[in-house]
């Protein structure tokens, strides 16, 4: 089965910062990946889905491009904004039946003024 | 459109005491239905599935329950809380055709 590793956080940024969260799975099948975001106390929801070798995901200036030579996507922002501080979530997609998903350990960014 | 809703939005209760967490998602049929346990600073802990009524599958052994009673609500349930069970409860569902989920705003728990 396809195993998750992600990036560990906190992550503290100052705004404007280049923002990149790693994630890397073993995939048994054709490589995709989800990003999810949580805000603080809220649920989760889906940020993009990058498919394929070097095709990005996008999405409010977050983009996920897949580097296959170490299997793993990253999630990247040019400019963070303070509105950006959250957890974000890598998932690859179904692991195991019923559409189970296995979600990454989650990374925090806090973004400071 | 598909909206899911899960209540309380918080609750805090005693070591000890019964617990029923609601969950119920519109605007769709037949979902596969999830609850997720978030722990403080921790990522999320797959704790229920289920693809049907009545139809329930269990990640991890606990001393919770879930139910399906109806097509679209899923019940989250322990007879006897413990303090290990505090947390941020998700609920979420998928429809079967995509791979992509769906989150509930989450249950804080805070079992003292």
């Known amino acids: 089965g396809d195993s998750v590793t992600q990036m560990e956080g906190p992550v503290t940024l100052s705004e404007e910062a280049f923002l990149t969260i790693n994630c890397t799975y073993t995939?048994?099948?054709?490589?995709?990946l989800f990003w999810y975001v949580q805000y603080p106390g809220e649920g989760l929801q889906l940020l993009l889905k990058?498919?394929?070798?070097?095709d990005k995901g996008s999405n409010k200036g977050f983009e996920a491009t897949y580097r296959k030579e170490t299997t793993s996507f990253h999630l990247e922002k040019g400019s963070v904004q303070v509105s950006d501080s959250a957890v974000y979530f890598c998932?690859?997609?179904?692991?195991?039946?019923?559409?189970?998903?296995?979600f990454g350990t989650g990374t925090k960014l806090q973004v400071i003024p | 459109s598909q909206t899911i809703h899960q209540w309380p939005a918080t609750l805090v209760q005693p070591v000890g005491s019964p617990l029923s967490l609601e969950c119920t998602v519109e605007?769709?049929?037949?979902?596969?239905l999830y609850w997720y346990r978030q722990a403080a600073g921790r990522g999320l802990q797959l704790l229920f599935y289920?693809?049907?009524?009545?139809?329930i599958s269990s990640e991890v052994p606990q001393n919770l329950s879930a139910s399906r009673p109806q097509d679209r609500q899923f019940i989250l349930s322990s007879k006897k809380l413990l303090l290990s069970d505090s947390g941020f409860y998700l609920c979420?569902?998928?429809?079967?055709?995509?791979?992509?989920?769906?989150f509930g705003p989450g249950t804080r728990l805070t079992v003292l």
């Open positions: 979420a569902w998928n429809s079967g055709r995509t791979d992509t989920q769906y």
């Open positions: 995939a048994t099948g054709y490589p995709s």
């Open positions: 990058a498919t394929k070798a070097d």
């Open positions: 998932a690859p997609p179904y692991s195991g039946g019923y559409q189970k998903v296995t």
């Open positions: 605007g769709t049929s037949n979902p596969n």
């Open positions: 289920s693809v049907g009524i009545g139809q």
